[in-house]
Structure formats: C-alpha cells, structure tokens
C-alpha cells in the first residue's frame, strides 16, 4: 500500500497521533451475486442491514464499504477481512446499543485501534487511528436539496451559507455536512445531537475537526479531540480488492 499524501497540524516537537485515511472509488460493476446470496465475509447483523436494503445499487456501496473496512481492519490487526468481530459501543445519548462501532474480542496484548467509515455515491472514506475518530464523505448535494436542509442548521452556519452563488452553496454546505457527521460519529451521539446545536463554521470545544482532499464533487472531514496532532497519511487503495462475487450455480 504506497501512501498518496502524508501530512501533519502538529507544531515542531509534538507528540504525534498517525491517523491513516482511506478514500477508495468502488470498482465498476456488479460486486454482489445475483441471486441476491449474502458474501459469506459478512457477520450476521450486516447481512441482516444488507438485506434491509431496498436498492440493488445500496446493496452493492454496503457491501463494498464493508468490505474495505474488513480489509484495512484486517490489515491493521493482522486477520483476515472475514475475521474482524464488532460491536456498537453504548450510545452516549441514551444508552441504546447503536452508538460508535468498534472491534470485537481485540488482541489483549494491545489497543484495538479506533475507527470511522462513511459512504457516499461510489466512494468509501475509512479512518483508523490510535484516538477517537469520526470521518464522512458526501457528493455535493443539489441547490434544492441545501434548501430543505438549511433551516435544520445552527443559525450561525445558516447565515455563514446565506447569500452564496449555487456552485459555491452546494460546496460549502457539503463541507459544513461533513463537519458535522464527522463531529456526531466521533461522539457516537449521532447527528440530532450536532444538528442545530452545535456551531461548525469553527472548531467546537475540545475537538478539532479537519478537511480532507477529497475527489471533485465530494467533500470530505474528519474530527478527533483538540489534544490530538494528527500525522495523516491517505490511501486510494485497500489493503486487499473486494472479492468477486462467486458464479451462481445451475
Ligand atoms: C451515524 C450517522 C451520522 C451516519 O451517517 P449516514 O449519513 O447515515 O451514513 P455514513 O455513510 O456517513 O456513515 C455510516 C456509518 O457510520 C457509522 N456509524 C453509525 N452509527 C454511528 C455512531 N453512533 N457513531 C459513530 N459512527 C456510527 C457506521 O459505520 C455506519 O456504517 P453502516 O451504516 O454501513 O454500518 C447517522 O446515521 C445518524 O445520525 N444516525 C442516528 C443515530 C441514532 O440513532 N441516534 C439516536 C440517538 S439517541
């Protein structure tokens, strides 16, 4: 895996946290069998989501970003894709099991890293690190779309948006969205709780969140906490290509 950018926000002589960042296109084609057969590298719960998933097309991104999540998890563990166990940490909000994801039965010998994934269109944006991180990634929406979302935002994001030409609305409103999924994954709360709530326009206290380079016509984020200087190091390629789906049989 040759790494296609390197950088850092830390100040000479601070401790540095390696964050490693995956944004992988999903290959063309069909990936899912089909006869609509499950790959057996799912666990139980994401064959049940994949299942609950009434698009062919949402299928195959599901299943394609779980699959680079399995392969750069793998990779960082030392397991096979197929052999990465998780969990969903408790919900900070109200205690419900649909908070962070994480990993399942870690090596006891060292820390389970920490990690992110968001999808959008056909790209997959992976973050793992050492600290507690949210990342998302979204295709710039439409000027109608940005419309019926705007009254939901924090009144001073509403009116850092205001005014703006359409090219420059969409772009700054995907990037004002990405902070703020980066922000509700890196609590766990989800985004109710950064919705109108939180100002993203600047850095929320005791987090820092930072913008990716991402592909034209996506924007991309990630939030750690303030304390952290991050070494980012990016990835278009994942430790190993999704696999083929198998032939059906007669
Ligand atoms: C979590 C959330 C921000 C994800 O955004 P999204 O636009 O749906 O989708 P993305 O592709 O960017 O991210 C999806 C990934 O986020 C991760 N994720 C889901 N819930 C998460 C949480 N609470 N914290 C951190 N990450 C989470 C998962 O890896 C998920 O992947 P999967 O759906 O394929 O399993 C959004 O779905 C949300 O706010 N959900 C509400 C959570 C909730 O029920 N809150 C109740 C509070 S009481």
Redesign the pocket.
């Known amino acids: 895996m040759t790494p296609d950018l390197t950088w850092s926000d830390a100040p000479p002589g601070e401790v540095l946290d390696p964050v490693s960042i995956w944004i992988v296109r999903a290959p063309a084609g069909q990936r899912l069998p089909p006869d609509g057969t499950p790959p057996d590298w799912l666990d139980e719960n994401e064959r049940r989501?994949l299942a609950s998933i009434p698009q062919p097309a949402g299928r195959e991104t599901?299943a394609f970003?779980?699959w680079a999540l399995r392969s750069v998890l793998g990779s960082s563990l030392g397991c096979s894709p197929a052999g990465v166990g998780f969990l969903r940490q408790p919900?900070p909000?109200?205690g419900?099991a649909?908070?962070?994801?994480a990993i399942r039965d870690p090596d006891p010998a060292g820390e389970a890293p920490e990690f992110?994934?968001?999808?959008?269109g056909d790209l997959v944006a992976i973050a793992v690190a050492e600290a507690t991180i949210?990342i998302?990634i979204e295709s710039w929406p439409t000027p109608e779309s940005v419309a019926g979302y705007l009254p939901f935002l924090h009144p001073r994001e509403q009116q850092w948006l205001g005014g703006r030409p359409d090219d420059e609305l969409v772009r700054d409103f995907a990037r004002l969205w990405t902070r703020k999924?980066a922000m509700?994954?890196a609590t766990?709360?989800?985004?109710?709780a950064v919705m109108n709530r939180l100002d993203l326009t600047g850095q929320p206290l005791g987090w820092r969140v930072r913008q990716l380079l991402a592909p034209p016509g996506y924007e991309a984020s990630f939030a750690v906490p303030a304390s952290v200087h991050v070494e980012v190091t990016v990835y278009e390629d994942l430790p190993q290509p999704m696999p083929e789906p198998e032939p059906v049989r007669a």
């Open positions: 989501r599901y970003a779980h919900c909000g109200c419900g649909h908070g962070r994801p992110s994934m968001s999808h959008s949210g998302d999924e509700a994954k766990g709360q989800g985004m109710a």
